[in-house]
């Protein structure tokens, strides 16, 4: 059973870059999408962007140009980066796998079968 | 970007009761459209996926439909594990956007 698990300071400065590490064990890491949601206290979901292991990547406009996700620092994990935080950038940060299934009447369609537990991050002075 | 917009955004019923969650896209995104369960202090699980597929483990009682613009979320017998906060999520067109939540409660 793949489990996923978070990690990273829960503590950021405003202007400073938040940096986060997704581990992911017990599972191959090809044919997904391994992805960054986030959700500020008592809001609702929002995706931050994904990678796959080959390299492809996409990113959320709204974050416009702060944000990247790699792979690494070590096998099974994948990283996020997100530049110039602000207090909006406050919320717990879920790292989650997405797969395309089939399904009738579409080309394929993708949804996150597996999550971590999430992280709360506060941007605070 | 697509909006998805979720109504009620929050309701109250009984244990045994059935409901209706319904979700409603800025634009036609086909069947791309899943549904996730979020208990207090958790991540979301996906129920339905591709509008009516339901997730493997997810209990039969939930069932999705719709394509196009307007889709549901049934919940044909509530139990008392069930109340908790329900999203709906397209993956027609990226970004991939969320409704804003329907948080079913206790009546």
């Known amino acids: 059973q793949v489990k996923l698990q978070e990690s990273g300071p829960g503590l950021v400065k405003p202007s400073e870059t938040l940096s986060l590490t997704c581990n992911v064990s017990d599972g191959a890491f090809s044919d997904y999408y391994w992805s960054w949601i986030r959700q500020p206290p008592g809001k609702g979901l929002e995706w931050v962007g994904f990678?796959?292991?080959?390299?492809?990547?996409n990113y959320n406009p709204s974050l416009k140009n702060r944000v990247s996700i790699s792979m690494g620092p070590s096998n099974n994990h994948f990283s996020l980066k997100l530049t110039s935080v602000t207090a909006a950038d406050t919320a717990v940060y879920f790292c989650a796998r997405e797969l395309m299934v089939a399904a009738a009447d579409t080309f394929g369609v993708r949804h996150y079968d597996h999550w971590g537990q999430g992280i709360l991050i506060t941007v605070s002075s | 970007d697509i909006q998805m917009t979720q109504s009620p955004s929050s309701l109250s019923a009984s244990v045994g009761d059935r409901i209706t969650i319904t979700c409603r896209a800025s634009?036609?995104?086909?069947?791309?459209l899943n549904w996730y369960q979020q208990t207090p202090g958790k991540a979301p699980q996906v129920l339905i996926y591709g509008a009516s597929n339901l997730q493997s483990g997810a209990p039969s009682r939930f069932s999705g439909s719709g394509s196009g613009t307007d889709f549901t979320l049934t919940v044909s017998s509530l139990q008392p594990e069930d109340f908790a906060t329900y999203y709906c999520?397209?993956?027609?067109?990226?970004?991939?956007?969320f409704g804003q939540g329907t948080k079913v409660e206790i009546k």
């Open positions: 990678i796959t292991d080959s390299g492809t990547f």
């Open positions: 999520q397209q993956t027609y067109r990226s970004p991939w956007t």
């Open positions: 634009q036609s995104i086909s069947k791309y």
